[in-house]
């Protein structure tokens, strides 16, 4: 039996969910109120767990054929990048005052 490819990416995208879902009840269970935990350093670590974790998939992913991994061709693929990449990242420069220096120039404060 052949199964669709839009099918596995449903699921895929169910269990994604699903599982994001875990994590947050047990998340909300386990530390029972936010006060207890520094949240930066929380999600810092939520952050080097998914490097950690999931590029080396990727990079085994690609090596194996079975994901090829190339950088977009089009222009118009570029601008969907920035686009969406530009509201994640500004609010967290203004909401927690990190600065960007480059040569020692302070270029957000």
């Excluded at 269970?29 to 952050?47: A, C, H, S, T, Y």
């Excluded at 969907?80 to 960007?100: D, F, H, K, Q």
């Amino acid at each position: 039996m052949h199964v669709s490819q839009p099918l596995v990416g449903d699921a895929l995208a169910l269990i994604s969910a699903l599982s994001y879902a875990l994590y947050v009840v047990l998340l909300k269970v386990r530390i029972k109120n936010e006060n207890r935990i520094d949240m930066q350093l929380f999600f810092g670590f939520v952050g080097l767990f998914n490097i950690l974790g999931c590029w080396p998939l990727g990079f085994i992913l690609h090596w194996t054929g079975v994901e090829v991994f190339e950088l977009p061709t089009k222009a118009i693929e570029w601008y969907a990048i920035i686009i969406n990449v530009r509201p994640a990242i500004l609010p967290s420069i203004v909401l927690t005052g990190e600065t960007l220096v480059v040569d020692g120039h302070h270029l957000v404060k």
